[in-house]
């Protein structure tokens, strides 16, 4: 893994001190100095108990207006992205999927897409000379959307069907996941932020979204896989996998890491790292299968 603290290709989404807060309580930081370098091509895991800021640095990468960051910074492609608004983040490159998508009724599943792709194709800066309305300049036409489409719902074996339903609206858990993947096969982004991506889903559901995830993995995206359990990472094998805990990270490894938190729990790693013993109940609990109830991990182990 290499220092996030020493210059680096623009290859890499660099984070160096990320300290931020919420908007309504500037004065109580959740991320108290992160320093974390994911490369193109890398897969990485952040794991940690609930409230340890996971998902405060997925929204805090995006712009998410509720959060204030309060210190450090953030380069990718050699921009400072702290500067930048969440939509030029996404035409960047950078990826966002969402632990409890929203429902958006009356706008189709086609439309909403399109319309991402067709200002990504305008780019960072909106470059006057392309308009994301006229496929004549710039935009993606009809025809070659509806073959993109069709091609990465085939890859992510999904029903046609899907691009004419209202985003997210009546949709299952498992559905609306897949549909978050849908989205990034179609934009392909260079940087992707998954957010608790295995949150609520069955078995059958979680083994599909992660072939979908895997299906899309290239020497040209970057992944931050945002997740509590080890589960996921049974189908997506991380290169690095990080414990968050109380707003920093206290521990990087490789997938046995994520191995021991399955079988120990959260509580031993976090006292090695120095802090309070009393950690709260839910880092000492850790399911055993999804949909299964919480058990007690014997804590002396």
Do not use: C
């Not at 690095?240 to 120990?264: N, T, Y």
């Amino acid at each position: 893994m290499t220092d996030p603290t020493i210059a680096t290709p623009d290859q890499h989404l660099v984070i160096r001190d990320l300290r931020v807060a919420p908007v309504a309580h500037p004065e109580a930081e959740i991320l108290q100095g992160i320093n974390l370098m994911v490369g193109k091509g890398e897969v990485h895991a952040i794991m940690g108990p609930n409230g340890s800021g996971k998902t405060t640095l997925a929204y805090a990468l995006m712009g998410h207006p509720a959060y204030k960051v309060t210190g450090g910074e953030v380069i990718w492609k050699g921009r400072d992205l702290l500067t930048l608004s969440p939509d030029k983040r996404a035409r960047l490159g950078l990826f966002l999927a969402f632990q409890y998508p929203i429902a958006i009724s009356g706008l189709s599943v086609a439309s909403f897409i399109r319309s991402a792709l067709n200002a990504k194709l305008q780019g960072v800066d909106k470059n006057t000379d392309i308009d994301p309305t006229d496929p004549m300049r710039g935009g993606i036409t009809m025809r070659d959307f509806r073959n993109r489409m069709r091609e990465k719902m085939a890859l992510l074996k999904m029903d046609e069907g899907i691009a004419a339903r209202y985003v997210n609206e009546g949709f299952s858990g498992g559905e609306k996941k897949r549909l978050e993947m849908l989205q990034m096969a179609v934009l392909e982004p260079e940087m992707a932020i998954l957010d608790e991506t295995d949150s609520g889903l069955d078995i059958d559901a979680l083994r599909i979204v992660a072939e979908g995830v895997n299906a899309m993995l290239n020497p040209n995206l970057g992944v931050l896989l945002i997740t509590h359990y080890q589960r996921l990472l049974n189908y997506i094998t991380p290169d690095v996998v990080h414990v968050l805990a109380q707003g920093r990270i206290v521990k990087s490894g490789g997938k046995d890491l994520a191995l021991r938190l399955e079988d120990e729990g959260y509580g031993p790693v976090l006292r090695e790292a120095g802090l309070s013993p009393d950690v709260p109940d839910e880092a000492l609990l850790m399911p055993r299968e999804p949909g299964a109830e919480l058990q007690p991990v014997e804590a002396a182990r």
